[in-house]
């Protein structure tokens, strides 16, 4: 089993910023790529950013490049979102998400950090 914990969420106004952080713990010897998703209220769940174990290739969502960026200490199985320039539009909840490989691949979810953007 693994466990995330996330951390950073708040309240800030349009234009600010915030990061987000998630830690993972448990049986993380396989622990493969990491990333956020964010769900907002009547939307599905999407993906904002996911970062790889070993290259440390990431991908954003279109919305969110030039904005955010997505970094990760291996050594803390630890991964930060950075948003900057926040919009009313990044309201959501900001899921952390971790995939760990085996024989059969699992996807580990955290328990949501609320974002809120004010204008």
């Known amino acids: 089993q693994v466990q995330l914990v996330e951390s950073g969420g708040g309240l800030v106004q349009a234009g600010g910023s915030l990061r987000l952080s998630c830690t993972a713990s448990?049986?993380?010897?396989?622990?493969?790529?990491m990333g956020w998703y964010r769900q907002a209220p009547g939307k599905q769940r999407e993906l904002v950013a996911n970062?790889?174990?070993?290259?440390?290739?990431?991908n954003f969502a279109d919305s969110v490049k030039g904005r955010f960026t997505i970094s990760r200490d291996n050594a803390k199985n630890t991964i930060y979102l950075q948003m900057n320039t926040l919009k009313p539009e990044d309201t959501a909840v900001y899921y952390c998400?971790?995939?760990?490989?085996?024989?059969?691949?699992?996807?580990?979810w955290g328990q949501g950090t609320q974002v809120t953007v004010s204008s």
């Open positions: 998400n971790a995939v760990i490989l085996g024989p059969e691949v699992r996807v580990y």
């Open positions: 448990g049986s993380t010897a396989r622990l493969s790529a």
């Open positions: 970062i790889a174990s070993g290259s440390g290739g990431t």
